[in-house]
């Protein structure tokens, strides 16, 4: 079976809006290696979106899936419920950075895990209103389309979005935009758009994903907290990307001196299997009525049992501590290419959630074109790398936190001659 083969079949079964980023098709993978159905060997530094911490089918993981497999693979738990449910609650709620007794509850998708909390949020506060910010992506269903920051793709003919959602300034230092501005932007909102004691929640990723891996500064949430602390708002952090030990912490949150009233998950929580789950305040989390949450497949036992075995292997491998030693040298390469590469303007880091940054030397402004050119000199060596921004000039790097060191170095040979064309 060949590549192009597949590729026009794809093309003649499946509507273009599924973009599809690369023209060459799995057949197999193991940690951070894949293969496609040629036989080429590549080195997976997207990991499916940042949903392969624990790198492609780890053997506990696999174990654990098995293992389920063979007794039962779906009742919808909120029909028949079942003990692997409510024990991986239980460990989301003794481990969550939340204020209190936590509940969690369990579903399939990052956006539907998102729309949940907004739901939660409303129950609990009888409010409408939800702020988010420019630059953050939350889902590409209706309600997490208004909430995402980002019009290109994920907005492009799809309105009108639900309302009472308003955007304010995310901070980033590389364009001027302070702390102080950031909420600068929320003030105009309350005396343009909604009074405070109408906003339900904030919503914010903290460090963005998609909108360029920016990390929010210690003081912007600091004051996020007292803001919502004043107007009786919820704070919701968004950690479907950020999530299970990517930044150095189980979750991003743990960075901050500070708590979320509900943090989403999804993505790596599960090891490659559907899973999202929103974790938060017991008595926020109890807000909906019975039936108010929930859904046909949220919990499916066979995802539950992978995500069980993910939190084992991280614990047992120590991927929190890996992903901050394999950042900190990420940080360092790209620190030497940028005395060679000029269109290096900017690396962000949290742990192993890593990004570099290209504008044009010439014009100053955002370069899309080398960003691609960078990535297709590392695919002609065998590795995938990820792009994001809103501008389309950030590379992001989301390897396997289990990825073999020697592996490691090889990719980062890739990079360094990538970034020297």
């Not at 001196?257 to 790596?268: G, Q």
Request: aromatic residues 8%; proline residues 6%.
């Amino acid at each position: 079976m060949k590549n192009a083969e597949l590729n026009q079949r794809r093309l003649d079964a499946t509507p273009r809006g599924i973009g599809v980023m690369c023209g060459y098709y799995a057949d197999r993978a193991e940690n951070a290696t894949l293969w496609d159905v040629e036989g080429n060997k590549i080195i997976d530094f997207a990991a499916g979106i940042a949903v392969l911490n624990t790198g492609h089918r780890h053997p506990k993981v696999v174990a654990a899936i098995e293992h389920q497999l063979k007794s039962f693979t779906h009742t919808a738990y909120q029909i028949v419920p079942y003990e692997s449910y409510v024990a991986l609650a239980e460990r989301i709620n003794q481990r969550a950075p939340i204020d209190g007794p936590a509940k969690t509850a369990f579903f399939t998708t990052g956006a539907e895990a998102v729309e949940n909390a907004v739901k939660i949020a409303r129950a609990h506060t009888g409010r409408p209103g939800i702020i988010t910010f420019g630059g953050g992506f939350h889902g590409r269903t209706y309600m997490t389309m208004a909430l995402t920051g980002k019009v290109a793709p994920y907005k492009l003919g799809f309105g009108p979005f639900p309302g009472s959602v308003f955007h304010g300034q995310y901070p980033n230092a590389l364009y001027g935009v302070s702390t102080q501005d950031a909420m600068n932007s929320l003030e105009r909102i309350f005396k343009a758009d909604i009074e405070p004691k109408q906003v339900a929640a904030i919503v914010l990723e903290p460090v963005q994903g998609e909108g360029g891996f920016n990390v929010a500064p210690p003081e912007f949430m600091q004051a996020l907290r007292a803001l919502c602390d004043e107007h009786g708002i919820l704070l919701v952090a968004d950690e479907v990307q950020t999530g299970f030990a990517r930044t150095g912490k189980l979750f991003a949150m743990e960075h901050y001196a500070v708590k979320a009233d509900l943090i989403t998950m999804a993505k790596s929580l599960a090891g490659g299997m559907p899973l999202s789950g929103v974790v938060g305040r017991a008595e926020v989390m109890d807000a909906p009525a019975p039936g108010g949450l929930g859904g046909t497949y949220g919990g499916n036992p066979l995802a539950v049992a992978a995500a069980h075995a993910v939190l084992e292997v991280i614990d047992e491998e120590q991927l929190c501590q890996r992903a901050q030693r394999l950042g900190q040298h990420l940080v360092e390469v790209l620190q030497r290419a940028r005395e060679t590469c000029p269109a290096i303007v900017d690396i962000r880091a949290q742990g192993s959630m890593v990004a570099v940054e290209f504008n044009d030397p010439a014009t100053g402004k955002p370069s899309p074109d080398f960003t691609r050119q960078v990535q297709q000199k590392a695919q002609q060596e065998g590795l995938l790398l990820l792009s994001c921004g809103v501008n389309g000039n950030v590379i992001r790097f989301l390897y396997p936190l289990t990825i073999p060191d020697d592996q490691f170095t090889e990719a980062l040979g890739i990079l360094s001659r990538a970034l020297a064309q």
